[in-house]
T-cell receptor, first 112, second 115 residues
Framework: TQLLEQSPQFLSIQEGENLTVYCNSSSVFSSLQWYRQEPGEGPVLLVT?????EVKKLKRLTFQFGDARKDSSLHITAAQTGDTGLYLCAGYSGAGSYQLTFGKGTKLSVIP | DSGVTQTPKHLITATGQRVTLRCSPR?????VYWYQQSLDQGLQFLIQ???????AKGNILERFSAQQFPDLHSELNLSSLELGDSALYFC??????????????FGEGSRLTVL
């Protein structure tokens, strides 16, 4: 089983601050996804990164896939209270792989 | 609303009992996934079906079983329940599981409490 380690596990910041969360593995993934989960709901996809070194931006969120396709980061600029939630990274191990493996997540709290 | 429907939303039962969780995928999605989410283990992949056939198996206990029916809905059966089986069980569906980049659409989950 390929493992994805996320750090930090918990993060509490003030509104307006910047933050970065990380997703690391010793294994290569064909693609990595980031999901956000709010209490009482299922995870919702934010982005998929496929190419090593790829950077994708979604408004104030910037996602990067490592060159070796073993790690990824999510940077949030000027965090807002609406960003509060559990951020999960997930990876497909290869072409034809049906199993999406999730990390344990980073629980983000943005305080007004 | 993801389009994936799970029932029941909440379930409380006793150790040793058996329960069935039901999932209806998004219209047109042939692939269904089951995940278990607990505080200490995170989101654990259990099993995946595509068009009625089992395609991938994860950390699913022998006491658990699942199937996907011809109308594409799926059921997860949990038997001989133990306290440690208390968790959120999520169903997800996708259009094409073969590309290795597909988005999973999750239901709202079924919260199982075993007393």
């Amino acid at each position: 089983t390929q493992l994805l380690e996320q750090s930090p596990q918990f993060l509490s910041i003030q509104e307006g601050e910047n933050l970065t969360v990380y997703c690391n593995s010793s294994s290569v993934f064909s693609s990595l996804q980031w999901y956000r989960q709010e209490p009482g709901e299922g995870p919702v996809l934010l982005v998929t990164v496929v190419t090593g070194g790829e950077v994708k931006k979604l408004k104030r969120l910037t996602f990067q896939f490592g060159d070796a396709r073993k790690d990824s980061s999510l940077h949030i600029t000027a965090a807002q209270t609406g960003d509060t939630g559990l951020y999960l990274c997930a990876g497909y191990s290869g072409a034809g792989s049906y199993q999406l493996t999730f990390g344990k997540g980073t629980k983000l709290s943005v305080i007004p | 609303d993801s389009g994936v429907t799970q029932t029941p939303k909440h379930l409380i039962t006793a150790t040793g009992q058996r329960v069935t969780l039901r999932c209806s995928p998004r219209s047109g999605d042939l692939s269904v996934y089951w995940y278990q989410q607990s505080l200490d283990q995170g989101l654990q992949f259990l099993i995946q079906y595509y068009n009625g056939e089992e395609r991938a198996k994860g950390n699913i206990l022998e006491r658990f079983s699942a199937q996907q029916f011809p109308d594409l809905h799926s059921e997860l059966n949990l038997s001989s329940l133990e306290l440690g089986d208390s968790a959120l069980y999520f169903c997800a569906s996708s259009v094409d599981p073969f590309m290795g980049t597909g988005e999973l659409f999750f239901g709202e989950g079924s919260r199982l409490t075993v007393l």
